[in-house]
């Protein structure tokens, strides 16, 4: 394979029958990378419900679609998922395979790596190529510095984080060509299988997708702030977010944790309350285009990275502020007397 690989292949990821938002930035960044490397842009669709996503994939950057269909692999399973993208890894020969920094793909690329006796360079936040040679930057030391690394083995596996990459813009002229894989897989040799799933009821803008984070952290000192949090979320029409910590004391769900070990996010505003602005934290929110922050302790790290901040307690401050903002929509909803 190291002989003639080439292209960069993107592991797809649906929600809802559709690519996500993320996938469309993995293509993006596929095709910068090939406009320097050379190959082709492939995407691969894992499941059985690949065919009408092909057109969306490749009207958004992919030369050509891989669909690798096997009941094992819905719902989700890791070992499953890595057994198809091994086969679609031989049929395409790509240079390198990138994914996303998501929940799935933490976990089946480093089972994917291992069965193509390669590496894998997780939670990226850059990748450039530099005299061919492809650079892949992380952070490490818990978000505290980046390090660039490289492969010796090929193909080049990583997981990006989202919001880091444009997408193409959509044109439904593109062509491609779609290739089914043959995937075999001995589901009784599984040593895993899904017993159950059960999913969180999902109500408002999707946390990556938000334009604005309202996210609470240790400094809330309890579950009852985030109803706070909750409330002027819903008045700027964002999400709520949260800090490990936070998510640690059972405050808030997982599915709300903000940094390198939860979801990476880069809205527009981000509201950091009671948050002390840790390297392993601002790894997941530090894209946004302004942050505000709002603590109690005037030396806390986070306003190094905020643009503006609020000295006090959240509880004091944010109850005016929302009820500000409800009077401010109001007034603008209101008709011209």
Request: proline share 5%; hydrophobic share 45%; charged share 20%.
């Amino acid at each position: 394979m190291a002989e003639k690989a080439s292209g960069v292949l993107v592991i797809a990821e649906l929600a809802g029958a559709r690519p996500t938002a993320l996938t469309h930035e993995l293509l993006g960044l596929a095709r910068g990378l090939t406009a320097a490397t050379g190959g082709k842009v492939a995407a691969a669709v894992l499941g059985a419900n690949g065919a009408p996503v092909v057109q969306d994939l490749i009207a958004s950057g992919a030369d050509c679609v891989y669909l690798a269909d096997h009941p094992a692999l819905e719902p989700y399973s890791g070992e499953a998922w890595a057994i198809a993208a091994a086969e679609v890894v031989k049929s395409a020969a790509p240079a390198c395979v990138l994914s996303g920094h998501t929940v799935q793909g933490m976990d089946f690329a480093p089972r994917l790596a291992f069965r193509l006796d390669t590496a894998v360079a997780t939670g990226c936040v850059g990748i450039t190529a530099d005299g061919g040679k492809l650079l892949f930057t992380r952070p490490c030391h818990g978000g505290n510095a980046h390090e660039v690394l490289s492969f010796v083995s090929a193909p080049a596996l990583a997981t990006v984080r989202a919001g880091r990459h444009e997408a193409l813009e959509r044109d439904s002229r593109r062509s491609g060509e779609t290739i089914p894989v043959t995937v075999r897989i001995e589901t009784a040799a599984l040593r895993t299988r899904v017993i159950e799933r059960i999913r969180e009821p999902a109500s408002g803008v999707r946390l990556e997708d938000a334009r604005v984070v309202v996210a609470g952290g240790r400094g809330l000192n309890g579950a009852e702030g985030f109803r706070l949090l909750e409330a002027l979320a819903a008045e700027l029409g964002g999400a709520v977010g949260a800090s490990r910590p936070a998510c640690d004391l059972g405050w808030a769900p997982p599915s709300w944790q903000i940094g390198l070990t939860g979801r990476t996010v880069t809205p527009d505003l981000y509201i950091a309350v009671g948050i002390s602005g840790a390297g392993h934290h601002m790894a997941g929110c530090g894209g946004a285009k302004a942050i505000v922050a709002i603590n109690t302790d005037r030396d806390a790290a986070i306003y190094k990275d905020a643009r503006f901040g609020l000295v006090g307690d959240y509880r004091e401050l944010l109850p005016p502020l929302i009820e500000e903002i409800r009077m401010r929509r109001a007034a603008s909803m209101a008709p011209p007397a």
